[in-house]
């Protein structure tokens, strides 16, 4: 994985883990935190190609749409 990338998916890390402590909800463990992570980054850079757009602005958008599930 890229240095880009992979920074994506740290930043991912640090959405889901901020979104779940203000939904006051545990966070899972940390293989099942980053593999959402992966997962959302490589959803975010499928929009991006497919609608176009920031990879950025889809990460939060997903994160904070994660939880709301």
Known sequence: MGFIKE???K????L?????EKAG???PKP???????????DDAHRIA??????VL???KQMANDALRR
């Open 7 to 9: 920074q994506q998916v």
């Open 11 to 14: 930043l991912a890390l640090r």
């Open 16 to 20: 889901l883990a901020w979104r779940y």
């Open 25 to 27: 909800q545990p966070l």
């Open 31 to 41: 293989a099942v935190l980053q593999s959402h992570a992966r997962e959302l980054v």
């Open 49 to 54: 190609r497919e609608r176009g757009g920031n």
């Open 57 to 59: 602005s889809i990460l």
